[in-house]
T-cell receptor, first 113, second 115 residues
Framework: GENVEQHPSTLSVQEGDSAVIKCTYSDSASNYFPWYKQELGKRPQLIIDIRSNVGEKKDQRIAVTLNKTAKHFSLHITETQPEDSAVYFCAASDAGSARQLTFGSGTQLTVLP | NAGVTQTPKFQVLKTGQSMTLQCAQDMNHNSMYWYRQDPGMGLRLIYYSASEGTTDKGEVPNGYNVSRLNKREFSLRLESAAPSQTSVYFC??????????????FGPGTRLTVL
């Protein structure tokens, strides 16, 4: 089955700096890569996703890049703000009927004021 | 729309007791999922239901059973709870289509402690 590794497990940045979180996956059949943000005590919420026919996707201060050859994808957050502090999870799935997601272990991002 | 709802929010069980976690969605989604979240391990898929009438095992199904009662509801049952099942349980749903994509919407979670 799919295996997703996520690094780093914790990340602290100064407000206004950029943050980068990286994930690798093992199954070459995976073609959908979402990123979820989870605030303390809350449910995970999708912030951005990318499909394997696209190399990069941006949404305001958030961007995701995908390298299919190397089987890795990254989340980039620019101009970080205190409200970006949360746990971020990457995930991967194939084109199966129910989109089984395999999640990374999470990155605790802390934005220091 | 309430989205995805789960009951109960909190539960404490003794080893060997049984219970059912309830999940419902009002978004007309086809697929529903049950995950558990443990510290440092992300979310792991327990069972999923691609469509009404079907259920399949995920990564960690041992000790659990599920029922897709109808299109809206998907329940998770622990027949004989064990301390290793102490976790936060999330239900999720999605509606796969070209226009709406594959986003999984999560419920608020159930925090379960097994003593």
């Amino acid at each position: 089955g799919e295996n997703v590794e996520q690094h780093p497990s914790t990340l602290s940045v100064q407000e206004g700096d950029s943050a980068v979180i990286k994930c690798t996956y093992s199954d070459s059949a995976s073609n959908y890569f979402p990123w979820y943000k989870q605030e303390l005590g809350k449910r995970p919420q999708l912030i951005i996703d990318i499909r394997s026919n696209v190399g990069e996707k941006k949404d305001q201060r958030i961007a995701v890049t995908l390298n299919k050859t190397a089987k890795h994808f990254s989340l980039h957050i620019t101009e970080t703000q205190p409200e970006d502090s949360a746990v971020y999870f990457c995930a991967a799935s194939d084109a199966g009927s129910a989109r089984q997601l395999t999640f990374g272990s999470g990155t605790q991002l802390t934005v220091l004021p | 729309n309430a989205g995805v709802t789960q009951t109960p929010k909190f539960q404490v069980l003794k080893t060997g007791q049984s219970m059912t976690l309830q999940c419902a969605q009002d978004m007309n989604h086809n697929s529903m999922y049950w995950y558990r979240q443990d510290p440092g391990m992300g979310l792991r898929l327990i069972y999923y239901s691609a469509s009404e009438g079907t259920t399949d095992k995920g990564e960690v199904p041992n000790g659990y059973n599920v029922s897709r009662l109808n299109k809206r509801e998907f329940s998770l049952r622990l027949e004989s709870a064990a301390p290793s099942q102490t976790s936060v349980y999330f239900c999720a749903s999605s509606f796969r289509s070209r226009s709406t994509g594959d986003e999984q919407f999560f419920g608020p979670g159930t925090r379960l402690t097994v003593l």
